[in-house]
Protein backbone atom coordinates (compact mmCIF):
# COMPACT_ATOMS: atom_id res chain seq x y z
CA UNK A 1 0.00 0.00 0.00
CA UNK A 2 1.40 3.41 -0.95
CA UNK A 3 0.54 7.28 0.37
CA UNK A 4 -0.50 9.06 -2.71
CA UNK A 5 0.44 12.68 -2.28
CA UNK A 6 0.39 15.83 -3.47
CA UNK A 7 2.94 18.40 -3.62
CA UNK A 8 2.21 21.69 -5.00
CA UNK A 9 3.69 23.21 -8.24
CA UNK A 10 4.69 26.72 -8.62
CA UNK A 11 5.32 29.16 -5.94
CA UNK A 12 5.21 27.09 -2.47
CA UNK A 13 7.06 24.22 -4.78
CA UNK A 14 9.92 24.77 -3.20
CA UNK A 15 9.60 25.61 0.57
CA UNK A 16 7.29 22.77 0.60
CA UNK A 17 9.94 20.27 -0.33
CA UNK A 18 12.69 22.15 1.99
CA UNK A 19 9.89 21.87 4.86
CA UNK A 20 9.87 17.91 4.04
CA UNK A 21 13.77 17.67 3.78
CA UNK A 22 13.67 19.66 7.23
CA UNK A 23 11.03 16.51 8.46
CA UNK A 24 13.26 13.68 6.79
CA UNK A 25 11.25 13.15 3.42
CA UNK A 26 13.96 13.98 0.72
CA UNK A 27 12.07 15.03 -2.84
CA UNK A 28 13.75 15.08 -6.06
CA UNK A 29 12.24 16.82 -8.15
CA UNK A 30 13.02 16.76 -12.27
CA UNK A 31 11.74 19.97 -14.88
CA UNK A 32 10.16 16.90 -17.38
CA UNK A 33 8.45 15.16 -14.90
CA UNK A 34 5.22 15.59 -12.31
CA UNK A 35 6.19 12.56 -10.30
CA UNK A 36 9.09 13.73 -7.60
CA UNK A 37 10.76 10.98 -6.27
CA UNK A 38 11.10 10.65 -2.69
CA UNK A 39 13.03 8.43 -0.57
CA UNK A 40 9.80 6.86 1.49
CA UNK A 41 8.86 3.38 -0.72
CA UNK A 42 5.14 4.51 1.45
CA UNK A 43 5.05 7.70 -0.61
CA UNK A 44 3.90 8.24 -4.29
CA UNK A 45 4.74 11.93 -5.14
CA UNK A 46 2.52 14.35 -7.78
CA UNK A 47 3.07 17.93 -8.93
CA UNK A 48 -0.30 19.63 -8.92
CA UNK A 49 -0.86 22.89 -9.21
CA UNK A 50 -2.62 24.40 -5.38
CA UNK A 51 -5.46 25.68 -7.09
CA UNK A 52 -6.46 22.03 -8.13
CA UNK A 53 -5.10 20.39 -5.13
CA UNK A 54 -8.49 20.43 -2.99
CA UNK A 55 -10.38 18.97 -6.22
CA UNK A 56 -8.51 15.90 -6.60
CA UNK A 57 -7.69 15.10 -2.86
CA UNK A 58 -11.76 15.21 -2.58
CA UNK A 59 -12.03 13.18 -5.83
CA UNK A 60 -9.65 10.44 -4.67
CA UNK A 61 -7.35 10.89 -6.99
CA UNK A 62 -4.76 11.36 -4.67
CA UNK A 63 -4.79 10.62 -0.72
CA UNK A 64 -3.75 13.64 0.44
CA UNK A 65 -2.11 16.46 -0.34
CA UNK A 66 -0.57 20.28 0.43
CA UNK A 67 -3.03 23.51 -0.49
CA UNK A 68 -3.80 26.58 0.95
CA UNK A 69 -6.93 27.22 2.79
CA UNK A 70 -7.80 29.36 0.11
CA UNK A 71 -8.16 27.04 -2.59
CA UNK A 72 -9.89 24.89 -0.20
CA UNK A 73 -12.26 27.35 0.56
CA UNK A 74 -13.09 28.36 -3.10
CA UNK A 75 -14.50 25.06 -4.11
CA UNK A 76 -16.09 24.60 -0.65
CA UNK A 77 -13.93 20.89 -0.60
CA UNK A 78 -15.11 18.42 1.44
CA UNK A 79 -12.00 17.30 2.50
CA UNK A 80 -10.02 16.50 5.82
CA UNK A 81 -8.21 19.13 7.32
CA UNK A 82 -4.87 17.04 8.56
CA UNK A 83 -2.62 19.94 9.37
CA UNK A 84 -2.07 23.66 9.48
CA UNK A 85 0.89 24.27 8.02
CA UNK A 86 1.75 28.28 8.52
CA UNK A 87 4.24 28.70 6.08
CA UNK A 88 4.58 30.08 2.83
CA UNK A 89 6.84 31.23 0.11
CA UNK A 90 8.30 33.92 1.35
CA UNK A 91 7.77 34.29 5.28
CA UNK A 92 6.52 30.74 6.71
CA UNK A 93 3.74 32.50 7.71
CA UNK A 94 0.07 33.60 6.71
CA UNK A 95 -1.07 34.90 3.41
CA UNK A 96 -3.99 37.64 2.83
CA UNK A 97 -6.35 37.90 -0.14
CA UNK A 98 -7.11 41.45 0.25
CA UNK A 99 -9.48 43.91 -1.81
CA UNK A 100 -7.40 46.59 -3.63
CA UNK A 101 -7.46 49.66 -5.94
CA UNK A 102 -5.57 52.08 -7.51
CA UNK A 103 -4.03 54.76 -5.13
CA UNK A 104 -6.09 57.64 -6.81
CA UNK A 105 -9.71 55.51 -6.54
CA UNK A 106 -12.89 57.18 -4.77
CA UNK A 107 -13.52 53.08 -4.03
CA UNK A 108 -13.21 52.88 0.11
CA UNK A 109 -14.88 49.95 1.18
CA UNK A 110 -16.97 46.86 -0.52
CA UNK A 111 -20.03 48.93 -0.80
CA UNK A 112 -18.61 51.49 -2.79
CA UNK A 113 -17.95 48.04 -5.58
CA UNK A 114 -21.70 48.18 -6.64
CA UNK A 115 -22.23 47.91 -10.66
CA UNK A 116 -18.22 47.83 -10.54
CA UNK A 117 -15.57 45.62 -12.31
CA UNK A 118 -13.52 43.18 -10.19
CA UNK A 119 -10.58 41.05 -11.35
CA UNK A 120 -9.37 37.87 -9.53
CA UNK A 121 -8.05 34.41 -9.81
CA UNK A 122 -10.21 34.04 -6.55
CA UNK A 123 -13.87 33.79 -8.10
CA UNK A 124 -15.92 31.84 -6.04
CA UNK A 125 -14.90 33.20 -3.03
CA UNK A 126 -15.08 36.87 -3.95
CA UNK A 127 -18.94 36.31 -5.22
CA UNK A 128 -19.49 35.27 -2.07
CA UNK A 129 -17.73 37.87 -0.12
CA UNK A 130 -19.24 40.53 -2.14
CA UNK A 131 -22.82 38.21 -2.11
CA UNK A 132 -22.52 38.87 2.26
CA UNK A 133 -22.19 42.50 2.00
CA UNK A 134 -25.24 42.44 -0.40
CA UNK A 135 -23.13 43.89 -3.13
CA UNK A 136 -23.54 43.30 -7.06
CA UNK A 137 -20.26 43.48 -9.09
CA UNK A 138 -19.17 41.95 -11.89
CA UNK A 139 -16.09 39.37 -10.62
CA UNK A 140 -14.05 38.63 -13.98
CA UNK A 141 -11.59 35.68 -13.16
CA UNK A 142 -7.65 37.00 -14.20
CA UNK A 143 -4.92 34.81 -15.72
CA UNK A 144 -2.07 36.51 -14.15
CA UNK A 145 -0.71 40.41 -13.82
CA UNK A 146 -3.89 40.77 -11.80
CA UNK A 147 -1.95 43.83 -10.01
CA UNK A 148 -2.00 45.85 -13.95
CA UNK A 149 -5.38 45.77 -14.22
CA UNK A 150 -7.06 48.55 -12.67
CA UNK A 151 -8.00 51.32 -13.96
CA UNK A 152 -8.16 50.32 -17.24
CA UNK A 153 -9.49 46.85 -17.17
CA UNK A 154 -10.85 46.23 -13.61
CA UNK A 155 -11.91 49.34 -11.26
CA UNK A 156 -10.87 46.63 -8.04
CA UNK A 157 -8.86 43.53 -7.76
CA UNK A 158 -8.83 41.23 -4.83
CA UNK A 159 -5.31 39.71 -4.64
CA UNK A 160 -2.80 37.42 -2.42
CA UNK A 161 0.23 39.35 -0.87
CA UNK A 162 2.28 38.43 1.93
CA UNK A 163 3.30 41.62 2.22
CA UNK A 164 1.77 44.24 0.39
CA UNK A 165 5.19 45.26 -1.32
CA UNK A 166 3.85 44.42 -4.82
CA UNK A 167 0.48 45.90 -4.49
CA UNK A 168 2.72 49.18 -3.32
CA UNK A 169 4.52 48.83 -6.18
CA UNK A 170 1.95 49.27 -8.59
CA UNK A 171 0.52 51.76 -7.03
CA UNK A 172 -2.38 50.07 -5.47
CA UNK A 173 -3.88 50.13 -1.85
CA UNK A 174 -5.33 47.85 0.11
CA UNK A 175 -9.17 48.25 0.75
CA UNK A 176 -10.14 45.16 2.87
CA UNK A 177 -9.13 41.84 4.23
CA UNK A 178 -11.38 39.19 2.26
CA UNK A 179 -9.75 36.54 4.12
CA UNK A 180 -6.43 34.67 5.48
CA UNK A 181 -4.76 31.81 4.31
CA UNK A 182 -2.13 29.08 5.39
CA UNK A 183 -0.86 25.86 3.75
CA UNK A 184 -2.35 22.91 4.92
CA UNK A 185 -2.48 18.80 4.69
CA UNK A 186 -5.96 17.83 3.51
CA UNK A 187 -6.68 14.47 3.25
CA UNK A 188 -9.37 12.29 1.04
CA UNK A 189 -12.49 11.42 3.11
CA UNK A 190 -11.90 7.74 2.00
CA UNK A 191 -8.33 8.06 2.48
CA UNK A 192 -8.49 9.49 6.35
CA UNK A 193 -10.87 6.36 7.48
CA UNK A 194 -8.20 4.03 6.21
CA UNK A 195 -6.10 3.00 9.83
CA UNK A 196 -3.13 2.80 7.74
CA UNK A 197 -3.51 5.59 5.54
CA UNK A 198 -4.28 7.40 8.76
CA UNK A 199 -1.21 6.34 10.43
CA UNK A 200 1.05 7.81 8.01
CA UNK A 201 -0.43 11.07 7.71
CA UNK A 202 -0.45 11.38 11.63
CA UNK A 203 3.38 10.53 11.00
CA UNK A 204 3.53 13.07 8.56
CA UNK A 205 1.73 15.84 10.31
CA UNK A 206 4.18 15.42 13.51
CA UNK A 207 7.28 15.78 11.16
CA UNK A 208 6.34 18.74 9.02
CA UNK A 209 4.76 20.12 12.45
CA UNK A 210 8.13 19.35 14.40
CA UNK A 211 10.13 20.81 11.43
CA UNK A 212 8.11 24.21 11.34
CA UNK A 213 8.38 24.89 15.24
CA UNK A 214 12.42 24.59 14.79
CA UNK A 215 12.36 27.19 12.33
CA UNK A 216 14.02 30.45 12.98
CA UNK A 217 15.74 28.45 16.68
CA UNK A 218 18.84 26.98 16.93
CA UNK A 219 19.90 24.54 20.33
CA UNK A 220 22.99 25.79 22.27
CA UNK A 221 25.30 24.03 24.51
CA UNK A 222 27.99 24.96 27.12
CA UNK A 223 29.86 23.75 30.04
CA UNK A 224 29.74 25.56 33.12
CA UNK A 225 31.28 25.67 36.99
CA UNK A 226 28.77 25.47 39.23
CA UNK A 227 28.91 28.34 40.98
CA UNK A 228 28.67 30.24 37.70
CA UNK A 229 25.39 28.05 36.92
CA UNK A 230 22.79 30.70 38.69
CA UNK A 231 24.17 33.63 36.55
CA UNK A 232 24.70 31.79 33.44
CA UNK A 233 20.70 30.60 33.84
CA UNK A 234 20.38 33.95 34.37
CA UNK A 235 21.19 35.04 30.72
CA UNK A 236 18.86 32.29 28.84
CA UNK A 237 15.48 32.77 27.71
CA UNK A 238 14.93 29.03 27.67
CA UNK A 239 12.06 27.36 25.29
CA UNK A 240 11.76 25.58 28.09
CA UNK A 241 13.88 24.87 30.98
CA UNK A 242 17.50 24.21 29.73
CA UNK A 243 19.10 20.70 30.00
CA UNK A 244 21.51 20.56 33.00
CA UNK A 245 23.78 16.87 33.64
CA UNK A 246 26.82 16.62 35.49
CA UNK A 247 30.03 16.15 33.52
CA UNK A 248 32.61 13.69 34.84
CA UNK A 249 34.23 16.77 36.75
CA UNK A 250 31.88 17.34 39.74
CA UNK A 251 32.77 21.09 39.33
CA UNK A 252 31.10 21.13 36.10
CA UNK A 253 28.09 21.34 34.43
CA UNK A 254 26.23 20.57 30.81
CA UNK A 255 23.83 23.14 29.91
CA UNK A 256 21.19 22.48 26.94
CA UNK A 257 18.98 24.78 25.23
CA UNK A 258 17.02 25.90 22.72
CA UNK A 259 17.03 29.44 21.70
CA UNK A 260 15.39 31.84 18.59
CA UNK A 261 18.49 32.20 16.30
CA UNK A 262 17.83 35.96 16.29
CA UNK A 263 19.28 36.47 19.94
CA UNK A 264 21.86 34.14 20.02
CA UNK A 265 24.67 37.14 18.89
CA UNK A 266 23.39 39.06 21.86
CA UNK A 267 23.59 35.99 23.96
CA UNK A 268 26.84 34.57 23.58
CA UNK A 269 29.03 37.12 24.86
CA UNK A 270 26.50 37.43 27.87
CA UNK A 271 27.26 33.89 28.60
CA UNK A 272 30.78 34.22 27.94
CA UNK A 273 30.96 37.32 30.55
CA UNK A 274 28.57 34.88 33.43
CA UNK A 275 31.27 32.22 32.93
CA UNK A 276 30.27 29.53 30.46
CA UNK A 277 32.80 27.83 28.62
CA UNK A 278 32.67 25.63 25.49
CA UNK A 279 29.72 27.22 23.70
CA UNK A 280 28.71 25.44 21.02
CA UNK A 281 25.68 26.22 18.58
CA UNK A 282 24.15 23.86 16.73
CA UNK A 283 21.14 23.79 13.45
CA UNK A 284 17.72 22.22 14.41
CA UNK A 285 15.76 20.25 12.33
CA UNK A 286 12.76 19.43 14.31
CA UNK A 287 11.33 20.06 17.48
CA UNK A 288 8.52 17.46 18.23
CA UNK A 289 6.92 18.84 21.28
Known amino acids: MKLKLGIPKGSLENATIDLFAKAGFKITTSSRSYFPVVDDPDIECMLIRAQEMARYVEDGVLDAGLTGRDWIAEIEANVETVAD ?27 DLEGKIVATELVATTKRYLA ?8 EFSWGATEVKPP ?10 ETGSSLRANKLRIVETIMESNTQLIANNDAWKSDWKRRKLEDIKML ?12 LMLN ?8 VLEVLPALKRPTISHL ?27 GAQGIVEY ?7
Open 85 to 111: LIYAKQSFGKVRWVLAVPEASPIQGVK
Open 132 to 139: SHGVTAKV
Open 152 to 161: ELADAIVEVT
Open 208 to 219: LEGAIYALGKVG
Open 224 to 231: VRKEDLKR
Open 248 to 274: SDDEWLAVNTILDETTVRTIIPRLKEA
Open 283 to 289: PLNKIVM
